[in-house]
């Protein structure tokens, strides 16, 4: 069998993974990145909108401060604070870093970065290019990756003595060593033949889960691989029951369903109205958002051009809002005639100005749907698009429970507490992708030369050869669509007891079926095959949400319960933690409290904005920190 | 509004294959990308091909409709009448793995031997200032989201499997002009345009501007003036006096 050795391993290629893996190879660790597609084109490479930081460059108010409270705000304060922290005061180097690296964004009239609005950001910040954003960092990053090789080609003689990049590549187990990670299990998908990676360090960038969902902006890859591989490898998950809805996705034809609609149209003046010709986002601005959005379309159209006197439109509500607000209208019958809600940029602004800032928007609606969106307003309705949970780290290092597990970007939870803002990904993968290839490179030294051991890979075979050798099972892809409804309607955007339980019970069958699937043809590229390995992943990460979404019995961001309709202060400190046994049984899901805000940080905001989120217990400990700083 | 659709796929691998022929059921608003995950579901498990983002963004699942390189996503069923036989191949210029799954390393080779951007050593990041009409040329070319159908339509390679050591594809000398452009770009890369990436070879035909998905102007906005460029420099009467009295 094909092994190699390597001081980090990188599954994922996408941003985080990218970023990761550029750290770790500046620090002089011999790196491979292992990726389910070809280079370059991870799901990243989807993200429209922008980058989120602080930069200033549009309004000179803004700073990390600002921004740290907004994505607090945005996640309901469940957020990790320090991950929100060191996200807000870091973003900006990382975005002129890429710049650095060749990436061209957008211009302001004096040259800088331009940045663009976005729900829930209080000031301009999203550094861009169109609405192909993600595109132009995945190119950036893959190319910096394609420098490194350079530099190390006229050191070394070879491109890959220090990074290399196996592509079309899926790991199906990490290895251990007693309780610390040695390496990984994998296949080719272009041959089938199996790869043990030895390596004391792997960080995990795998993305999200939302193969799990019919409705979903996700492609093929999200099937919460590494979500999956963290906990059979014994770390932990938290957040997982908080799940975005992107409010806009395409809703026709059907075979598109899902496909995201950038928030950038609402940014650059995009309004939302239901069958009645009414602009609906008003009559659903939450009282923790009154005193932030305007309450008259006049206040929020000056808003566009003049920010410092007046508040923002309501369509810029944070995206729970703004999905449950699209929900409801659809529900009570004012819904457009394909089952969405309308989303009009054509009346907002001239022709020519639409297609400079959302080129990839009017394409897309032109060639998938016959729309033209300079004359005609979009039909769009919420989507599966992020899962908030994902592996505990450590926020400093991206260090998970399990010595030499790291992991960056949606993999990764705690960041973006109960809902993230649009933006904040791009900045998170940036950020924490740094941070954990930078932490994995430290983790490699501490090791000195003991190096752990690779054990388990006879099991990891047997596992991953076991659909090929089956006869007469499952078909894979029934199982999977089973799933996709299963969770789309069970355990989707509103939620009810009685049918997550539900939910729960056919998961269970599922997970069963899913150990009698069979995958008929060869080793050679077959999807059916790959499908089949995959669905352990999406059955277990499908547990945990409905586990997760069943105990939380409160309706906060990316969690909202039919029958606990209200925020509740004292479940913003409990934060619900899975882990599983290492053949995936036995999911828990356990209580674990939230630990308080640094004074420093607290105090960033307004006691009256505190107490409709804080408990009485929770305000005393800011009052004492509010004293002690004054 | 469903049909049962005819398609005629390449089935094979190892260099081995031939078309075989589907009956499948084609829903209104479908593309061809759904019509294969359709079969994939149904009646041949195993069928490759390669995709992800199924909105034309990511460039995984190019292949040739009726001898047309296309993006299987982006090519509605609407565009061929019910009756219509549509025949589904890989991407002729690369080596298939299998079905419609080709080995494009040749690009990710290429894409390695074009020197990196290289900005001036004492600009910091955070201190660029660029135009937005001076960024916009480049930003053109960064549209390109790597489907490599410019480089499978070039006759250059598609017709001559002898010139791929030595012509990097409308691809990659796109990227060449691209980072020529680039305000912040040192480095010379005009003679290394033609002498080792093979600029000299385009003879301006266009097949790559016309199958381009993202319509980016390859051949007028790129190669031409990276052409000009090449010229201008090679026919300057002082650069031309310059290099024979200095040069070694």
């Not at chain 1, 004292?570 to 630990?595: M, N, T």
């Not at chain 2, 001898?67 to 191949?89: A, D, N, Q």
Request: glycine content about 10%; overall charge negative; proline content about 4%.
């Amino acid at each position: 069998m094909e092994r190699h050795e390597y001081d980090v391993i990188v599954i994922g290629a996408g941003g985080a993974g990218l970023r990761a893996a550029i750290e770790a190879r500046q620090q002089g660790k011999r790196t491979a990145i292992i990726c389910k597609s070809l280079f370059g084109k991870a799901h990243t490479v989807m993200a429209e909108g922008g980058a989120a930081a602080a930069m200033g460059n549009v309004n000179s108010d803004d700073n990390w401060m600002v921004h740290f409270r907004d994505t607090m705000r945005g996640g309901k304060f469940l957020n990790n604070w320090r991950m929100a922290e060191l996200h807000a005061k870091e973003a900006p180097d990382r975005v002129w870093e890429l710049e650095a690296w060749g990436a061209l964004f957008d211009r302001t009239k004096d040259g800088k970065i331009s940045q663009r609005n976005f729900g829930g950001h209080e000031y301009p910040r999203l550094a861009h290019v169109g609405d192909r954003t993600g595109l132009e960092m995945i190119r950036t990053l893959q190319q910096r990756v394609v420098a490194l090789q350079q530099e190390d080609f006229e050191v070394h003689g070879d491109y890959e003595a220090y990074i290399k990049v196996f592509a079309e590549c899926t790991v199906t187990r990490l290895l251990k060593d007693g309780d610390a990670i040695s390496g990984a299990f994998a296949y080719w998908r272009e041959t089938g033949k199996f790869i043990t990676f030895d390596a004391p360090a792997v960080v995990l960038a795998t993305g999200g889960i939302g193969k799990s969902f019919v409705v979903t902006s996700n492609s093929w890859e999200y099937t919460g691989d590494g979500h999956a591989l963290a906990l059979l490898a014994g770390a932990s998950l938290i957040n997982m029951e908080f799940i975005q809805f992107h409010p806009t996705g395409m809703v026709w034809p059907p075979s598109v369903r899902g496909i995201l609609v950038t928030e950038s149209v609402r940014g650059d003046g995009g309004v939302l109205t239901n069958s009645e010709g009414r602009r609906f986002m008003f009559d659903y601005i939450p009282d923790v958002f009154k005193d932030k959005y305007a309450t008259t379309e006049e206040e929020g159209d000056r808003w566009y051009t003049d920010q410092a006197n007046n508040r923002r439109p309501p369509e810029l509500l944070p995206r729970d809002e703004v999905a449950r607000a699209i929900n409801a209208e659809v529900k009570a019958g004012r819904g457009s005639p394909q089952g969405g809600v309308f989303l009009d940029v054509s009346s907002r602004l001239p022709a020519a100005e639409i297609i400079k800032r959302l080129p990839s928007m009017h394409h897309q609606f032109k060639e998938l749907a016959d729309v033209d969106i300079t004359a005609e307003p979009m039909q769009v309705g919420p989507t599966c698009h992020y899962v908030m949970g994902g592996v505990e780290v450590d926020a400093d290092t991206g260090a998970a429970s399990v010595p030499g597990l790291f992991a960056a970007g949606e993999v990764s939870g705690g960041m973006h507490g109960s809902n993230r803002l649009g933006g904040n990904s791009l900045s998170d993968l940036l950020v924490f992708g740094r941070r954990a290839g930078a932490g994995a490179a430290a983790y490699v030294d501490s090791l000195g030369g003991n190096r752990p051991q690779v054990t388990g890979v006879e099991e990891a075979l047997a596992e991953a050869t076991a659909p090929l050798e089956r006869q007469g099972g499952e078909n894979p892809y029934e199982v999977h669509h089973e799933l996709q409804r299963t969770m789309n309607d069970l355990v989707g955007i509103i939620r009810k007891e009685n049918e997550v339980a539900e939910a729960l019970e056919v998961v269970e069958k599922l997970k069963e079926r899913a150990t009698n699937t069979t995958a008929p043809g060869g080793k050679i590229y077959n999807p059916g095959w790959h499908l089949a390995l995959d669905l352990r992943n999406m059955l277990l990460v499908s547990e945990c949400v409905a586990k997760a979404a069943l105990l939380r019995q409160e309706s906060r961001g990316g969690h909202t319960r039919d029958d606990y309709p209200a925020m509740r202060p004292e479940w913003r400190r409990r934060l619900l933690v899975c882990s599983a046994k290492p053949d995936g049984s036995e999911v828990q899901v356990v209580e674990k409290a939230q630990i308080s805000m640094r004074g420093d940080l607290i105090t960033l905001f307004d006691r009256a904005e505190l107490s409709k989120y804080l408990t009485e217990d929770e305000l005393a400990e800011y009052d004492a920190a509010a004293k002690e700083l004054s | 509004m469903s049909y049962k659709g005819k398609f005629r796929v390449w089935r094979g691998e190892g260099g081995e294959g031939r078309l075989e022929d589907f009956t499948v059921e084609v829903n209104e608003g479908e593309v061809v990308l759904d019509v294969i995950h359709r079969l994939q579901a149904t009646q041949a498990p195993d069928l490759a091909v390669r995709w992800n983002c199924k909105a034309g963004k990511c460039g995984s699942c190019s292949m040739e409709i009726n001898g047309k390189p296309r993006l299987g996503c982006m090519t509605r069923m609407s565009t061929f009448t019910e009756e219509e036989t549509i025949t589904v191949t890989p991407m002729r210029t690369f080596p298939v793995i299998k079905d419609l799954v080709t080995d494009v390393s040749y690009n990710y080779q290429k894409a390695r031997e074009i020197p990196s951007f290289t900005p001036p050593a004492d600009v910091k990041p955070g201190e660029y200032r660029m135009q937005q009409i001076d960024v916009e040329r480049s930003q053109e070319f960064r549209k390109c989201i790597e489907c490599f159908m410019c480089n499978n339509v070039c006759h250059v390679i598609r017709d001559h499997e002898e010139n791929k050591t030595h012509f990097a594809g409308p691809r990659f000398l796109m990227r060449i002009a691209e980072l020529d452009m680039h305000p912040y770009d040192v480095a010379d890369r005009k003679d290394s345009a033609q002498e080792d990436h093979g600029l000299g070879y385009c003879n301006i035909t266009k097949c790559c501007t016309e199958v381009c998905p993202e319509h980016i102007k390859i051949t007028d906005n790129a190669l031409i003036p990276m052409k000009e460029r090449v010229v201008d420099r090679k026919y300057d009467p002082l650069v031309w006096l310059g290099n024979k009295i200095f040069r070694r």
